[in-house]
């Protein structure tokens, strides 16, 4: 199955991690204003997203919830 897989590391304590997908940039992008998470209270320290279209830029954020 093809996907994309992000990695990310862990500085200090927290409980779970959401992640957050665009086509479009969300640099400058209020919290308020963010697309929806795709996955939401991840425990672990990657994500794959099987969701994908080849040829399409994503874009991601990871929220960390402490």
Same mark, same amino acid.
Do not use: C, W
């Given at each position: +199955?093809? /996907?994309? $897989?992000?990695?990310?590391?862990?500085?200090?304590?927290?409980?779970?991690?959401? =992640? =957050? $997908?665009?086509?479009?940039? +969300?640099? /400058?992008?209020?919290?308020?204003?963010?697309?929806?998470?795709?996955?939401? /209270?991840? !425990?672990? +320290?990657? %994500?794959?997203?099987?969701? =994908?279209? !080849? /040829?399409? #830029? %994503?874009?991601? !954020?990871? *929220? #960390?919830? *402490?």
């Amino acid at each position: +199955m093809a /996907g994309i $897989r992000l990695e990310f590391a862990q500085f200090g304590h927290f409980d779970s991690f959401d =992640i =957050i $997908r665009s086509t479009t940039s +969300m640099v /400058g992008v209020a919290d308020d204003d963010l697309p929806e998470p795709i996955a939401t /209270g991840l !425990k672990t +320290m990657y %994500y794959v997203d099987t969701n =994908i279209v !080849k /040829g399409q #830029v %994503y874009y991601y !954020k990871v *929220r #960390v919830i *402490r």
